[in-house]
């Protein structure tokens, strides 16, 4: 029972377009969601998150919407460029829980 | 702050040896968070420290595995008697406590080859 789903392996936007990768998830307790991003090679990287009392999140190009009906959330980058290529995996926790359950990512790919 | 460090960063082994992982977290991070990924896979919780204590182990890790934070700083992860499936990047993680909206700091991995 994967609590968290990304359904689109990859996704290729044209330089400078905006790019946006969806997440679901099932378990109505997760009280925050979070975006990492990783490059081959290395661990992931933090990106931004959002807690459920919000519905969006803004740091420099990227926002995080959250849509708690529909239990579905996004994250949203313009322009993109070609260094967000890159695999984006969604997570997401419950308060006071210490783990984090992930998504199996999104490949984006950022053409110049 | 120097990051989360792994060690080693690759190992080969032959299936049915034992092998063991470190990993050093953010000195001013009291939780240490173990996971698992396999191609084409997000991370998969293994099991999760605060400060010495484990407060969390996965169900789906069988008894081959173990981890210790013995003075809650580094941590090892043990695999015992390793089979095939082990195969995999073994990821480290910290934060501080109240984890939150903050996000996890991972290491960059070690990857193991069981042959």
């Known amino acids: 029972d994967q609590q968290v789903k990304q359904n689109s392996p990859s996704l290729s936007v044209q330089e400078g377009r905006i790019s946006i990768l969806n997440c679901d998830y099932t378990n109505s307790m997760f009280d925050y969601f979070l975006w990492y991003k990783k490059y081959p090679a290395e661990g992931p990287t933090f990106l931004i998150s959002?807690?459920?009392?919000?519905d969006k999140n803004e740091d420099g190009r990227f926002t995080v919407f959250l849509n708690k009906s529909a239990k579905h959330l996004s994250l949203h980058i313009v322009p993109s460029q070609p260094g967000d290529s890159a695999v984006y995996f969604c997570?997401?926790?419950?308060?006071?829980?210490?783990?984090?359950?992930f998504g199996d990512g999104t490949t984006l790919t950022v053409k110049p | 702050d120097t990051g989360v460090s792994q060690d080693p960063r690759h190992k080969i082994t032959k299936r049915g040896q034992n092998v063991t992982f470190r990993c050093d977290p953010i000195s001013e991070h009291n939780r240490l968070y173990w996971y698992r990924q396999t191609l084409g896979q997000g991370p998969e919780f293994l099991t999760y420290f605060q400060n010495e204590a484990q407060l969390e182990k996965s169900r789906l890790l069988s008894d081959r595995f173990s981890a210790e934070r013995p003075k809650g700083s580094f941590s090892t992860l043990e695999i015992q008697r390793t089979e095939q499936g082990d195969s995999a990047m073994y990821l480290c993680a910290s934060s501080r406590r109240n984890q939150g909206s903050y996000g996890y700091t991972f290491g960059s991995g070690t990857r193991l080859t069981v042959v």
């Open positions: 997570a997401a926790s419950a308060e006071g829980a210490g783990k984090s359950t």
């Open positions: 959002i807690s459920s009392i919000k």
